[in-house]
């Protein structure tokens, strides 16, 4: 069977672990030279060794996505290693929650730097590569089913990704024309360290215990699943091969009825 993205360049950012670690894999897998972005190269390493383990193509990149200058020179080093671009993953994110009365300036700023302006820089200095080589491509963000819904105290997280939608459904818009295709991936709970580390901070807080916690919150959606890392590499996938090639600016919801809008 022919591998779906045979040939194709792609880009990842916050490939280091969880969601993006299992897209770079994935892609990988189907044939695409990979591009892993992480906060350094040794963060990138294990992703790195096993894409090489599996006989894939994989190099990193680094970039600390709260500093712009640090975004331009890793998006053009993906470009120099890869030759070009025909997919980009902007995945990578960050989250905390308080209340807006109790909130920093300092973590309103972050929240956006990394989860909206960040995004909004990696399409800046790819999108001219995609353009000038005319062969179309596959832009994916990861949104979130909070960029859908508003909750008390993620107030900073949830503004960051419905700010990623709206970015998302303008840059399809402005790129379609040229066959880019621009669509993001809004997760409910996923298993990813993250997520084990976002749960185990509120199960103290709020005396709960730990494990408890964490399975009945990750299994609130209609089919009481857990969703594994993969589940997103999948819909990535799908996305960004040909089985997509008419799918642009949607916001596709991946959280087993959590959000059901």
């Not at 005319?134 to 949104?143: C, D, E, Q, T």
């Not at 730990?210 to 997103?232: I, Q, V």
Request: charged share 20%; hydrophobic share 50%.
């Amino acid at each position: 069977m022919a591998q779906r993205l045979a040939g194709k360049r792609a880009l990842v950012t916050g490939a280091a672990s969880g969601m993006g670690r299992a897209m770079a894999e994935s892609f990988a897998r189907e044939g695409a030279i990979v591009a892993v972005h992480a906060r350094s190269h040794k963060r990138a390493a294990e992703t790195i060794a096993a894409i090489n383990k599996a006989g894939g193509k994989a190099f990193a990149v680094a970039a600390d996505l709260a500093v712009g200058e640090e975004i331009r020179a890793m998006c053009a080093a993906a470009i120099e290693g890869l030759g070009g671009l025909d997919i980009v993953v902007n995945n990578a994110g960050v989250v905390d929650s308080a209340k807006v009365v109790d909130m920093t300036e300092a973590m309103w700023d972050w929240t956006m730097a990394v989860n909206l302006k960040a995004p909004f820089l990696v399409s800046k200095y790819t999108l001219p590569a995609m353009l000038a080589a005319n062969k179309g491509g596959s832009v994916i963000f990861n949104a979130s089913t909070n960029g859908k819904t508003a909750d008390a105290e993620w107030t900073a997280y949830n503004s960051s990704k419905h700010g990623v939608i709206g970015f998302m459904r303008c840059l399809a818009a402005e790129v379609g024309k040229a066959q880019i295709r621009v669509n993001a991936i809004c997760p409910g709970w996923i298993e990813t360290p993250l997520a084990h580390n976002i749960l185990d901070k509120i199960a103290g807080e709020t005396g709960q215990e730990s494990g408890r916690y964490y399975d009945s919150t990750m299994r609130t959606n209609m089919m009481g699943a857990l969703l594994p890392a993969s589940s997103a590499a999948d819909l990535a996938l799908f996305l960004a091969s040909d089985e997509g090639r008419y799918i642009t600016g949607q916001a596709i919801n991946l959280c087993a009825g959590l959000c059901t809008w």
